[in-house]
């Protein structure tokens, strides 16, 4: 199974989800994407499989990816400082890939009825939700 970890910025949400996944799950293949390359170096240097950055690796992970995580704002064009571009926000929302999606409060979008948890609480959260699916997948 692929599973795509996609951030932003300086990759420090991306970089502790990629180590997350990789510990519970080691044989997992996990490619990071960066919407810029410090963000994928950052996911990479954690121990994703793959990295890779920019906008046509978005676009072609959402094609190929059977589980896409990341924060909230990859689903918003513009959101990240203007890193996720409308053909990323399209891509990611379009994908048939089972999305995990963090409520970063950062990405100007609230949600309403989300608890206040911290970020390492909301990785935790994530990671759980992975196994769920990865188990309902198998059975």
Known sequence: MKITVIDGQGGSL???????IKKRFPHEEVFAIGTNALA???????GADAAASGENPVLVACRKSEVIIG???LLAADSLHGEITPAMAVAIGQSSAHKIL???TKCNISI???QGLSTKEMI???IDEL???LIDRSV
């Open 131 to 133: 196994a769920s699916y």
């Open 124 to 126: 935790e959260g994530a």
């Open 14 to 20: 991306g970089k502790a989800l990629v180590a997350a």
């Open 71 to 73: 924060p909230i704002g």
């Open 112 to 114: 309403v009825g989300k």
């Open 102 to 104: 963090l409520p970063i």
């Open 40 to 46: 994928a170096s950052a996911m990479l240097t954690s």
